[in-house]
């Protein structure tokens, strides 16, 4: 995968972390996503998230399939290990990776193209297996890669700006993981940081499956008033149920 190094400078004043770290040491390389793309805010929540939870980069291990989405890992962690695998398999490879090595904090990071169409089967096994990971789908109801096929999330109805209108109903992730048996399950929206950052602190902490599906608009190919994916949509129908935080396990002193 091609990619443009950041620079290394960073400002001397710079907050540090618990184990000395700055943000800008969670980090990945620059993006070559479209300008807008709601992907982007993801790899910036994770980036929060995990210089807020002091996380050591080189326990962590990020591994995604094929898609817009499945570059994200790139652009953030740069010291973390990386794998980026085959369209739809990303859950065999966490899978594997986690069998060998029950030490790092794994993060999956998929497409809804990745793990609603061709990944499903896949989807359904690493949830029914229990690994213990934070899955993260990027759901813009398209293949942003493949310039804006309908995907298998995208409502009934819902049209892209190619005209293409979704004549079926859709998966819903969420509740697929939650019927899979899934210990933790959220929905987000890639516009509300101040939600998505504890979710996915939330999502590493927990011992288990855990799942966020983040409505992650695609500015370019499916973001028209009509797709039940873009921001217009997300933003009206958006109803956050609370103001969420996350509050981390300390550890008892048995008396
Ligand atoms: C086996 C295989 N089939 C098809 C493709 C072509 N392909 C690449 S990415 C993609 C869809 C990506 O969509 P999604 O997972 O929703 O990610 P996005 O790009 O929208 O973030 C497809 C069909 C491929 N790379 N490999
Ligand atoms: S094509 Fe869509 S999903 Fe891909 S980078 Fe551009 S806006 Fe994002």
């Not at 400002?11 to 943000?23: E, F, K």
């Not at 807008?36 to 910036?44: F, K, Q, R």
């Not at 050591?56 to 890992?73: D, M, N």
């Not at 060998?100 to 990071?109: P, R, T």
Request: a positive charge; charged letters at 20%.
């Amino acid at each position: 995968m091609s990619y443009i190094s950041k620079p290394k400078f960073k400002h001397p004043q710079l907050r540090t972390n618990d184990i000395g770290l700055t943000r800008r040491d969670y980090e990945g390389t620059l993006t070559t996503l479209c300008a807008g793309c709601g992907h982007d805010s993801i790899s910036a929540a994770i980036i929060q998230a995990a210089a807020e939870m002091s996380l050591e980069p080189h326990r962590v291990a990020k591994i995604s399939g094929i898609g817009c989405s499945s570059k994200i890992p790139s652009y953030f962690l740069s010291k973390a290990h990386g794998f980026n695998s085959v369209h739809g398999r990303m859950p065999s490879v966490a899978t594997g990776a986690n069998i060998a090595n029950k030490e790092l904090s794994y993060i999956g990071i998929s497409g809804d193209g990745d793990s609603a169409s061709i990944g499903l089967g896949q989807f359904c096994h690493i949830v029914r297996r229990r690994v213990n990971m934070l899955y993260i789908v990027a759901n813009n109801g398209t293949y942003g890669l493949t310039k804006g096929q309908l995907s298998a999330t995208a409502d009934l109805g819902s049209k892209t700006k190619s005209g293409e209108e979704s004549q079926f109903d859709n998966i819903d992730m969420a509740t697929l993981a939650i019927e899979l048996g899934a210990s933790f399950v959220a929905r987000s929206f890639s516009g509300d940081k101040k939600q998505l950052v504890p979710l996915i602190q939330a999502g590493l902490s927990h011992k288990g499956f855990a799942f966020i599906d983040v409505i992650s608009p695609c500015v370019t190919f499916n973001n028209t008033d009509l797709s039940s994916h873009g921001y217009k949509n997300t933003w009206e129908n958006y109803i956050a149920l609370s103001d969420i935080d996350f509050v981390p396990e300390v550890f008892r002193i048995a008396k």
